[in-house]
């Protein structure tokens, strides 16, 4: 039942609500599941990211140095861009009560995009969007910076 689970959730997950059910299965199959305590650290500002991770239950704090914290929850993602390039983690997550997610490997992404290569196109057009919404906002920030 567990595997239908994470098959539901990654299925309402922005990013992988695009994925047919093979593909979902193949991610809630491969994916490891990481179980965290209130108060866990599940990444730090800095390091480097090679996964993913996508909230099952509980939720999780992500919070950048002199920035403000947000709460997510289940069915979110987190470390979207480590899931196709080598970056570091922009901010800290920790969990805020007991929770659980899906770790989802570099490796395993990009194994989708070679067994399902429409799937490919779809999800770098959302991937871009992304970051350029990021940059504008960099952007906006920055403009700030300088009045």
Excluded: W
């Amino acid at each position: 039942m567990a595997l239908e689970d994470d098959i539901r959730t990654l299925s309402e997950t922005p990013l992988f609500d695009e994925l047919g059910r093979d593909a979902l299965r193949l991610v809630a199959f491969s994916a490891d599941r990481v179980r965290l305590n209130a108060g866990d650290v599940l990444f730090r500002e800095g390091e480097g990211a090679d996964s993913g991770f996508v909230v099952v239950s509980g939720a999780i704090t992500v919070e950048r140095a002199g920035g403000a914290a947000r709460s997510v929850g289940r069915g979110a993602l987190l470390g979207e861009l480590a899931l196709i390039s080598d970056v570091a983690r922009p901010a800290t997550a920790t969990a805020r009560e007991p929770s659980e997610v899906l770790k989802i490997a570099r490796g395993l992404f990009s194994r989708l995009f070679e067994e399902y290569p429409d799937l490919a196109r779809k999800l770098h057009g959302r991937l871009a969007a992304r970051v350029q919404a990021n940059v504008a906002e960099l952007r906006s920030v920055e403009a700030l910076l300088r009045k």
